[in-house]
């Protein structure tokens, strides 16, 4: 559970705890802020954000906690809920000049979140970018793949972000052929889920389809290797339980008997 009156700070891409704990609006005030504001109406309700420079020096008592371990330590709600504010932490960052004639913007004056071009009245919303990722089964087995950026050699199921003018099913087909190789069948996806991800600000939109040709081959680019996993071939490096793709995994095992932590 996350108090009403909770901080999310950041510094770089981590968050900031005070003796352990997420601080409050008030122990927020102690810190070097480059940026604050509130969640609004957004829930939630109460809660702030903000953020230091990367080479900000620390009061003593501060930490940075990484925000990815954040939500495997403190749940689903509270992650939520960081996610939220890194969101509009981002967003106001990403959003200081007007794209169309460079003139600094400021927040928009009327009840919306919104920032505003003072000089040509262009306004810039939140950005949230849409992504697929989905679960192709063939003949009871999950097509896993270790992703070239990821370090650790974790297995995962397979996503990408939408292309302009791409329906969900659409890049679901693309991303597939292209990472490694193989076709789905098109009229088996399945929407199933979704959930915000904020790395950096995504819409991830889970699906679930079936293989329909091809043999794998990773594309040695995006994807390391891919292989068809039985449900007790799955390995043990896999998301954990906050990502959509922890959830795709293990619903997969759950529809096979087999529970996964």
């Not at 891409?13 to 509130?38: T, V």
Request: charged content about 25%; glycine content about 10%; proline content about 5%.
């Amino acid at each position: 559970m996350v108090k009403e009156n909770a901080a999310f700070i950041f510094q770089g891409g981590s968050l900031l705890f005070f003796r352990g704990e997420l601080p409050d609006a008030q122990q927020a005030a102690a810190l070097p802020l480059a940026d604050f504001g509130s969640f609004g109406s957004l829930e939630p309700r109460g809660c702030s954000w903000g953020r230091v420079a990367r080479d900000a020096v620390l009061p003593e008592g501060w930490e940075a906690v990484d925000r990815r371990a954040f939500g495997e330590r403190f749940g689903m709600d509270a992650f939520k809920a960081m996610s939220t504010a890194w969101g509009l932490m981002d967003w106001k960052a990403q959003a200081q000049y007007c794209g169309r004639c460079g003139t600094k913007m400021v927040q928009s004056p009327a009840d919306e979140r919104a920032m505003k071009c003072p000089k040509c009245g262009h306004m810039l919303f939140p950005v949230i970018c849409p992504a697929m990722i989905v679960a192709v089964e063939r003949d009871g087995k999950l097509l896993l793949a270790v992703n070239k950026m990821n370090k650790t050699g974790r297995y995962s199921v397979l996503a990408g972000f939408l292309e302009v003018g791409e329906s969900i099913e659409d890049a679901i087909v693309r991303e597939v052929r292209e990472e490694v190789g193989i076709e789905v069948d098109r009229d088996s996806i399945e929407y199933l889920y979704s959930q915000y991800w904020p790395f950096p600000r995504s819409l991830m939109l889970a699906a679930r389809a079936r293989w329909k040709s091809g043999e794998l081959h990773a594309d040695g680019v995006e994807i390391e290797k891919a292989g068809w996993f039985a449900p007790d071939e799955v390995p043990q490096n896999i998301p954990g339980t906050i990502t959509v793709a922890g959830w795709l995994i293990r619903d997969f095992l759950k529809r096979h008997g087999v529970t996964r932590d």
